[in-house]
T-cell receptor
Framework: QKEVEQDPGPLSVPEGAIVSLNCTYSNSAFQYFMWYRQYSRKGPELLMY????GNKEDGRFTAQVDKSSKYISLFIRDSQPSDSATYLCACLPGTASKLTFGTGTRLQVTL | NAGVMQNPRHLVRRRGQEARLRCSPMKGHSHVYWYRQLPEEGLKFMVYLQKENIIDESGMPKERFSAEFPKEGPSILRIQQVVRGDSAAYFC????????????FGPGTRLTVL
C-alpha cells in the first residue's frame, strides 16, 4: 500500500465549476500537508501548505486536512482553463524533510 | 530573485554512459533535495543534502547513484553506467534551512537513456 493515495484522474470540469481534489494517507507521522501544481513538463509549484487538521484559504483555493480520517482535500472555486494541470498532494513528517507525494490528479478545465 | 536552477534541461545518454545533473538552489537556501519522477508516477524522494553533508539518502538506489553538494558550486546528482530504467525527470528542490520549511522546485532535468 502506498503511503499517499491519490486518484490519477483525469478529471474534466467546465469553466467556473468547483473542483474537489483528494488524497488519503496512511502514515500517522505526517504533520504537514502540501498541494503542488505541475504544468506539463514543468517543475511542481507550491499552492498550499498546512499544518495538522483544519482549513486554509488563499484566493480561489482552500486546503482542508482531517487527520482523524487521514484525508486531505484541495478545493478550487471558479475554475479557469489556466488551472488545467496535474495537482500533487504531499505529506511531511515533523522530524524529517522527505516529502512523500501522491501520484497526482490530472485536471482539465474546459471552456 | 532567481528560483532553483537545473541544468541541463534535457540530457540524452546511451546505456553505460554517465549522467551528471546539476542544481543551483535559490539564493539563501542551504538545503537541497533530489526527487525522481517516472512516467505516470509521482515524485519519489532520493536524497537530502546540506553543504558538504548528505543528511538522508534513504531513497537513493544502492548502486550507480551518488550526490554531492560541495561548499562552492551546485549540487550534483551523478548516475554511472546508465540503463534504460533511469529515464525519468529528475527534480531538485531547495529550502532555507529548517526541516519543515517549504521546498521550492526547479524545472527538472529530463534524462533519456537510449
Amino acid at each position: 500500500q502506498k503511503e499517499v493515495e491519490q486518484d490519477p484522474g483525469p478529471l474534466s470540469v467546465p469553466e467556473g465549476a468547483i473542483v474537489s481534489l483528494n488524497c488519503t494517507y496512511s502514515n500517522s507521522a505526517f504533520q504537514y500537508f502540501m498541494w503542488y501544481r505541475q504544468y506539463s513538463r514543468k517543475g511542481p509549484e507550491l499552492l498550499m501548505y498546512t499544518y495538522s487538521s483544519g482549513n486554509k484559504e488563499d484566493g480561489r483555493f482552500t486546503a482542508q486536512v482531517d487527520k482523524s480520517s487521514k484525508y486531505i482535500s484541495l478545493f478550487i472555486r471558479d475554475s479557469q482553463p489556466s488551472d488545467s494541470a496535474t495537482y500533487l498532494c504531499a505529506c511531511l513528517p515533523g522530524t524529517a524533510s522527505k516529502l512523500t507525494f501522491g501520484t497526482g490528479t490530472r485536471l482539465q478545465v474546459t471552456l | 530573485n532567481a528560483g532553483v536552477m537545473q541544468n541541463p534541461r534535457h540530457l540524452v545518454r546511451r546505456r553505460g554512459q554517465e549522467a551528471r545533473l546539476r542544481c543551483s538552489p535559490m539564493k539563501g537556501h542551504s538545503h537541497v533535495y533530489w526527487y525522481r519522477q517516472l512516467p505516470e508516477e509521482g515524485l519519489k524522494f532520493m536524497v537530502y543534502l546540506q553543504k558538504e553533508n548528505i543528511i538522508d539518502e534513504s531513497g537513493m538506489p544502492k548502486e550507480r547513484f551518488s550526490a554531492e553538494f560541495p561548499k562552492e558550486g551546485p549540487s550534483i546528482l551523478r548516475i554511472q553506467q546508465v540503463v534504460r530504467g533511469d529515464s525519468a525527470a529528475y527534480f531538485c528542490a531547495s529550502s532555507p534551512g529548517y526541516v519543515t520549511d517549504t521546498q521550492y522546485f526547479g524545472p527538472g532535468t529530463r534524462l533519456t537513456v537510449l
